[in-house]
């Protein structure tokens, strides 16, 4: 299920018509997601002349996994089963709701879809770990780690606002980040919209951005 496309170079009129071609027969909208550099800026000019418009912009942040002690956590659980699947789902969608001024991104919609397949598809060669923070017998939290070519790329985090401010979100996210350093990572990182509450939040965790990338959305 393709959400948007990954562009790392210029593109020409006819390579954009092919794109938007594929997006048509998808019934989607066509949008386009790339490093915000100058090297792109070529990109930019075109997308906006074919009616395109920025509609968000992510911080891509890194954690150097330097100085950090072993956590041991029992009330988080690794997600192995179809069941436990279906609770962190449906936790996860409850930590995602408009209106929230922690979580900007609002409902999930097919995203949870996405989470499934994912899961479905790659957690039995590592790739793909779910985890889920309990609050006694009570799911309250959730998060993700994907492990792929040496790095680990934490998502999927969100916890009940019921539970805001209790410490799950920074148990389960270093957590993650220990899990990755044992997976033999090299980088461990994040994505989060740029100026937002995670941000700020991830900078007191250690986390520091590299690089931002655009998303943009042909009206």
Known sequence: MLNHALIRRNLENTELDAIEKFFKSEKKKPILYFENKLELKKLKKLLIGRGYKEHWEESWMFHTGEGMEELKAPNIRKVRTDNELNTFLTTFNNCYRKGDPQNPYGELGDHLN???????????????EYFIAFQGSKPVAVTALTNFSGMGYISHGGSLLEVRGKGFGKLLNFYCLHKSLRNGNKLHFLVTLKGQYVQKFCNRLGYTTKLTAVGFVKE
């Open 114 to 128: 996405i989470a499934r397949e994912s899961w479905e598809r790659h957690h039995e060669n590592g790739k793909v």
